[in-house]
């Protein structure tokens, strides 16, 4: 599903997005609109602008998160100040580009937010890692050793460290010489097991408890 306030940038998008083969479901000019669509048509990925009348891109990726948390939203945006980034994120999208991007970047940005990669413009990715850990700080208590933590594999650990350094899926599978499908149960299975929703949300998890600073074996 596509949302932009500009007519003709949302059906040219729209339509790049169905002649690479995808199934644009819905679009939405204004924030409200937005919401009630995405309701009705439950894409898999919502593609949002963040400046949107009647309603603000944030609300909107809040309120449609929250009522369906295995949407994943691509922020698209004009925009790469940094607390617009932030903001975004921290409001549930999964990833944030750059309308400066090309078809071709939005196309497979669109295609791996499907795949549940995290996809960011160059730059922004190393902010909202940093960012994460600005705010975690020290690793907290409850690391995996906790018994009281959900006891994951040492592949599935494996993987969330990697993950968490902002690796796509397609490296992680290059790195640990395992096929991508496989690298995607991992994350699935670690996703259940957390109770987490999304891979922002398990990449500040690995942040909170270190385990991204773990050495590479």
């Keep these: 599903m596509v949302v932009d306030d500009h007519p003709m940038w949302r059906d040219a998008v729209a339509r790049d997005l169905a002649e690479a083969g995808l199934d644009v479901v819905a679009t939405a000019g204004d924030g409200e609109q937005a919401v009630r669509r995405a309701q009705a048509a439950a894409p898999d990925v919502l593609v949002l602008d963040l400046n949107l009348p009647l309603k603000p891109g944030v609300q909107v990726c809040k309120e449609v998160v929250a009522a369906n948390p295995a949407l994943r939203v691509l922020v698209l945006?004009?925009?790469?100040?940094?607390?617009?980034?932030?903001?975004?994120?921290?409001?549930?999208?999964?990833?944030?580009?750059?309308?400066?991007?090309?078809?071709?970047?939005?196309?497979?940005?669109?295609?791996?937010?499907?795949?549940?990669?995290?996809?960011?413009?160059?730059?922004?990715?190393?902010?909202?890692?940093?960012?994460?850990?600005?705010?975690?700080?020290?690793?907290?208590?409850?690391?995996?050793?906790?018994?009281k933590a959900p006891q994951l594999t040492d592949r599935e650990t494996e993987v969330l460290r990697l993950v968490a350094k902002g690796l796509s899926y397609k490296q992680i599978a290059e790195r640990l010489v395992i096929s991508h499908r496989t690298v995607q149960n991992h994350v699935q299975n670690t996703l259940g097991k957390l109770q987490l929703h999304n891979r922002v949300e398990l990449v500040r998890y690995a942040i909170e408890r270190g385990i991204d600073r773990a050495d590479d074996a």
């Design 77 to 147: 945006s004009a925009s790469g100040e940094h607390a617009d980034v932030l903001e975004a994120v921290k409001s549930g999208a999964t990833g944030y580009l750059l309308k400066s991007a090309s078809t071709e970047e939005l196309i497979d940005a669109v295609r791996r937010t499907a795949e549940g990669d995290a996809v960011f413009t160059p730059g922004l990715a190393g902010l909202v890692l940093g960012e994460y850990r600005r705010l975690a700080g020290e690793p907290a208590a409850g690391t995996p050793d906790d018994p």
